[in-house]
C-alpha cells in the first residue's frame, strides 16, 4: 500500500509540475527598468544591449536553454545533428500562432535564418556563415544545411539571439528599415503593446501562446529613467521590480541586496560571460615579450579589484575561457596569476626579461588607455596603475571617446596596453576566438584581436574545437589551447564579470535562464 | 594709487577672501612637502570615514582624501591660473585691436568674439575636450577658449571711450606709431576694469574645471577637486566627506575669488562703490 501511495504521489506531482499553471497565481504587472532607451525594437539587425531585454519576451527562439547551456525545446519541439554534422534538422511544433493570428511554420525558420539573420544580424553574420541553406520539406520541418559542421550554432538559437521573425510580416518591404522595427510581431509570451518615447513600452499577456496557461504576468512595463539613483530608489521603494546590466551601479546594487524585499542575482549571464582584460600590444616593445606581460598579470591585484571597483560583482578570470562553461566541460583553467607571491614573480620575471630597475626604482614607461565605458573602467585604470608601480612599471593613463579608443585599438594598434572587455558568449566559437585566432587579425574591425598575437598550434586547435561535436573532446581542445594562451598571456584576464539583477521578492522566477534578464519571463510570476 | 590701497584693504570681506587665497596658495606650493605620497597612492581600507589614521578618511579605492585635497588645490589653481591668462591675452589682443582701429576690422573680430559667445560655454568645453582628449593642457586650452570672449568686449569697450580722449589724440599729433599709443597710452587705462574680470574669471575657470573632471572629462592622471568630487558622486549616501570635502573646497576658494574681485572693482571704481 505505501508503495502504492509514493507511486500516486509521484504521479501526481508530474502532473501538477505539467501544469505549473495550476499552482502559480496569474496576473499582476511588472516593472522592469532598462538602461539606456532602446534605439529600436528590432533585434534582428541590432545587438545594442537594452534592445533584447524587451524584444525577448515578444519573439521566440528555436531553443531555449538551461543554466548548463544545454538546449531545451522551445519553438522547435527536438533537433537532429546529422552524424557527419553538416545538418541540423528541427522538427517544429505545430500550435504556434504569431501575435497578428497566422501560424508559425518552416517558412518562417527559412526566412529568418536565411534573408535575416545570417545578412544582418551583427553576430549573425558569423554564427550563420556557414549555413548553406535551410529546407523545408514540410511545413513543421526545416533542415539547415551546413557547409562544414558548425555545433555553436546550436547554443545560438535563444529568442535573444536569434528571433523567429513572421515571414509574412518582416517579408514585406527592406528588413534595415521596416515598419515593424518599433512594433514588432511575435510569438512569444508577451504581445508589444505601446511605447511611449522617453518613458516606457508596455508589453501586454499573449493569451494566445502556445505553452497553455503561460505567461502568468498581464503586463510588463519596460521603463527608462536616466537618472541612475532616480533608478536606485524606485527600486528600493518596489515601484519598479526588474532592473538589471547597468541598469543600477554595482555599488547600489551592492546596497540594495540588504533590503529586504529585495535580492540581487548574480545568476543570468552564463551566456553572455563578460570578461575585464587587459590587451597587450604584442608586436611592440616592451610587450612583445611573453615574460613581461605574464609579470603585468600577475602584477594586477585582481581581489583588491572585484571588491573595490566592481563590488563584488565578478570573480578572478583563470584563463581566455570563462569559468561559466565548466557545466559543459569546455572549461579549463589556464596559470594562476593570482597566487600568494605573485609580486616577487612578477620582479623576478621582469629582471629576466632585461628591464632591472633603475636608479630611481623605476623599469620602464608606458601609456595605459582606459575603456570608454564608464567610471568603474577609470577606478580600475587607477588601480592597475598602483598595483604596477609596486614592480616598478610607471603607467600613465590616458582616456579617450569611444570612436578615438576604437580606432586606436582596432584600426591604428596605437596602444601599449588598453583595459578591454569582451564576451565568451554562448560558445568560445563565438565569443573566444575571435581575440586571438589569426585570421581575426582584421584591422578595422573592432573587438577581434587586437594584441595580434596567434601561434599556429592554437589556431589548429581552435579550428579543430569549431568542427568537433563531442563536447568531451572539445573540451580536451580547449584546455590545451587555454594553457597556451596562458603562457604566452597576450592578454592579461582580470576577472568574470557578474552582472547584478535586482528583483523585488515579490515576483518569483525571473531569472530562469542563463540569459537571465534576456529571458521571456514566461514562467514569471507573482508570490 | 595709495587711495587705491586704503579702500582695497579697508574693506573687511577682502581680508578674508585674501586670508583663504593665501593659505591656499601657501598649500599649494608646499603639496609635496605637506603630502610628499602620490595622491592616487591606494594608502588604507576603502571608505575609511574622517577622524581616523586619515583626518579627512579614504575614498572608494583607499585613497587619502586630504592628501588628493592638497594635491587637488595645485592643480585646480594652476589650471584656472593658467587658463584665465590665456583668455586675458587673447581677450585683450582681439578686443583692443577692434576697439582701436574700429570699421572694418571691429567688424570682423567682434562677429568671430559673437561666434564664440553664442555657443553655451560649458558645453562648448565638453566638445572641446572630447576632441582633444582630456590632459590638462587641453582643459587649459578649453577653459581658455570659451572664456576670452567676455574679456575681448570689456577691452573693446574701454578702448573705444578712452581713444576719444584728449591725451590719446595728443599722442596721434605727437607721431607716435599704433602700437606705441595702444600698448603705452589706451591699454594702461583700460587695467581697472580688465583686472577686475580676469579676477572674476579664476572663479569661473575653477567651476568649469571642476565640472569637467566631474564628468569624467578631467586630466586622468591629475589629482583636482573636481576629480575628487567625480570619483565620489555615486558614494554619496555611504561616503559624504567624498564629495563634501572637496566640494567645500571649491565653495570657498570661489567665494574668496569673489571678495577679491569685489573689492578691486569697489576700489578701482569708487564712484560705482558709492552708488
Do not use: C
Not at chain 1, 518582416?170 to 518613458?199: C, L, M, V
Not at chain 2, 574693506?11 to 606650493?29: E, F, K, M, Q, S
Amino acid at each position: 500500500m505505501n508503495r502504492r501511495i509514493v507511486l500516486a504521489l509521484a504521479l501526481a506531482t508530474t502532473a501538477l509540475s505539467s501544469l505549473p499553471a495550476m499552482a502559480q497565481k496569474s496576473g499582476g504587472t511588472l516593472v522592469q527598468i532598462t538602461q539606456p532607451e532602446p534605439p529600436n525594437l528590432a533585434p534582428y539587425i541590432s545587438t545594442s544591449a537594452p534592445i533584447g531585454q524587451v524584444t525577448a519576451k515578444v519573439f521566440d527562439g528555436l531553443l531555449e536553454y538551461g543554466f548548463d547551456l544545454k538546449p531545451k525545446p522551445s519553438l522547435a519541439e527536438s533537433f537532429e545533428v546529422a552524424p557527419d554534422g553538416k545538418a541540423i534538422t528541427f522538427k517544429l511544433r505545430k500550435d504556434v500562432k504569431f501575435h497578428d493570428g497566422k501560424p508559425f511554420t518552416s517558412a518562417d525558420v527559412q526566412f529568418t535564418i536565411m534573408e535575416v539573420l545570417k545578412k544582418n544580424h551583427p553576430r549573425g553574420i558569423a554564427t550563420f556563415r556557414d549555413v548553406t541553406a535551410v529546407e523545408t520539406p514540410d511545413a513543421h520541418t526545416a533542415i539547415l544545411r551546413l557547409a562544414i559542421p558548425a555545433p555553436y550554432i546550436l547554443k545560438a538559437l535563444s529568442s535573444y539571439e536569434s528571433p523567429m521573425l513572421p515571414k509574412h510580416v518582416y517579408g514585406q518591404g527592406d528588413i534595415k528599415t521596416h515598419a515593424n522595427a518599433n512594433t514588432p510581431i511575435g510569438s512569444g509570451p508577451f504581445k508589444f503593446g505601446e511605447w511611449r518615447r522617453g518613458e516606457f513600452v508596455r508589453l501586454d499577456k499573449n493569451p494566445s501562446y502556445w505553452r497553455a496557461g503561460l505567461p502568468y504576468l498581464d503586463r510588463i512595463v519596460v521603463r527608462f529613467i536616466a537618472d541612475a539613483s532616480t533608478r536606485t530608489a524606485v527600486l528600493e521603494k518596489g515601484e519598479a521590480h526588474v532592473a538589471g546590466l547597468g541598469a543600477v551601479p554595482y555599488n547600489d546594487a551592492k546596497k540594495l541586496a540588504l533590503r529586504p524585499n529585495i535580492e540581487v542575482s548574480t545568476k543570468g549571464t552564463e551566456m553572455i560571460s563578460p570578461i575585464v582584460e587587459l590587451l597587450f600590444n604584442t608586436k611592440q616593445a616592451p610587450f612583445d615579450n611573453p615574460k613581461v606581460r605574464q609579470a603585468i598579470s600577475y602584477a594586477v591585484d585582481r581581489k583588491f579589484v572585484i571588491e573595490n571597483v566592481w563590488f563584488g560583482f565578478g570573480k578572478p578570470a583563470m584563463g581566455i575561457i570563462s569559468s561559466n562553461f565548466q557545466p559543459s566541460g569546455l572549461f579549463a583553467p589556464g596559470i594562476d596569476f593570482t597566487v600568494a607571491d605573485r609580486i616577487e614573480r612578477a620582479n623576478k620575471l621582469l629582471d629576466e626579461a632585461g628591464f632591472p630597475r633603475k636608479a630611481d626604482g623605476t623599469r620602464f614607461e608606458f601609456t595605459h588607455d582606459i575603456t570608454p565605458y564608464g567610471e568603474e573602467w577609470q577606478r580600475f585604470g587607477e588601480t592597475v596603475q598602483q598595483n604596477l608601480a609596486q614592480i616598478g612599471v610607471k603607467a600613465t593613463l590616458r582616456y579617450e571617446d569611444l570612436p578615438k579608443w576604437l580606432k586606436r585599438t582596432y584600426t591604428d594598434y596605437d596602444f601599449a596596453i588598453t583595459s578591454n572587455f569582451l564576451f565568451n558568449l554562448a560558445d568560445p566559437v563565438l565569443g573566444v576566438h575571435r581575440g586571438v585566432h589569426s585570421d581575426r587579425i582584421r584591422p578595422g574591425t573592432v573587438f577581434v584581436n587586437g594584441s595580434r598575437w596567434s601561434s599556429p598550434e592554437t589556431d589548429a586547435l581552435m579550428d579543430k574545437a569549431a568542427v568537433e561535436t563531442n563536447d568531451a573532446t572539445r573540451g580536451k581542445l580547449y584546455a590545451e589551447f587555454v594553457q597556451r594562451v596562458s603562457e604566452a598571456s597576450p592578454v592579461a584576464y582580470i576577472l568574470e564579470v557578474q552582472f547584478p539583477t535586482v528583483i523585488n521578492k515579490q515576483f518569483k522566477n525571473v531569472i530562469d535562464t542563463p540569459l537571465g534578464i534576456y529571458g521571456n519571463f514566461a514562467t514569471v510570476h507573482r508570490q | 594709487m595709495k587711495k587705491f590701497w586704503s579702500r582695497f584693504l579697508g574693506n573687511p570681506r577682502v581680508y578674508l577672501g585674501l586670508i583663504w587665497l593665501g593659505l591656499l596658495l601657501l598649500v599649494a606650493i608646499s603639496a609635496n612637502v605637506l603630502a610628499p605620497t602620490d595622491p592616487f597612492a591606494i594608502v588604507g581600507k576603502p571608505m575609511a570615514p574622517p577622524g581616523g589614521e586619515f583626518w579627512l578618511g579614504t575614498d572608494s579605492l583607499g585613497r587619502n582624501v586630504l592628501a588628493g585635497l592638497i594635491h587637488g588645490s595645485r592643480a585646480t589653481i594652476l589650471i584656472a591660473v593658467l587658463a584665465t591668462l590665456f583668455a586675458v591675452a587673447f581677450g585683450t589682443l582681439i578686443g583692443a585691436i577692434a576697439g582701436y582701429y574700429g570699421g572694418l576690422i571691429d567688424n570682423v573680430l567682434m562677429r568671430f568674439t559673437e561666434f564664440f559667445q553664442t555657443i553655451p560655454s560649458f558645453l562648448f568645453a565638453i566638445v572641446l575636450i572630447a576632441i582633444l582628449s582630456p590632459s590638462a593642457l587641453n582643459l587649459v586650452v578649453a577653459i581658455a577658449t570659451v572664456s576670452w570672449p567676455p574679456i575681448a568686449r570689456v577691452v573693446r569697450g574701454e578702448v573705444l571711450t578712452v581713444k576719444s580722449r584728449e591725451f590719446v589724440q595728443a599722442a596721434v599729433v605727437a607721431g607716435q606709431g599704433d602700437a606705441a599709443i595702444l600698448l603705452k597710452q589706451v591699454l594702461p587705462n583700460t587695467l581697472s576694469p580688465l583686472i577686475v574680470t580676469g579676477s572674476l574669471l579664476i572663479a569661473t575657470a575653477i567651476l568649469v574645471e571642476s565640472a569637467l573632471s566631474f564628468l569624467g572629462l578631467g586630466a586622468p592622471n591629475l589629482m583636482s577637486w573636481g576629480f575628487m568630487i567625480g570619483a565620489g558622486r555615486s558614494f554619496m549616501r555611504e561616503a559624504w566627506w567624498l564629495v563634501t570635502v572637496p566640494g567645500i573646497a571649491i565653495l570657498l576658494t570661489v567665494l574668496a575669488i569673489n571678495l577679491v574681485g569685489e573689492g578691486l572693482n569697489d576700489a578701482l571704481n569708487p564712484r560705482l562703490a558709492d552708488l
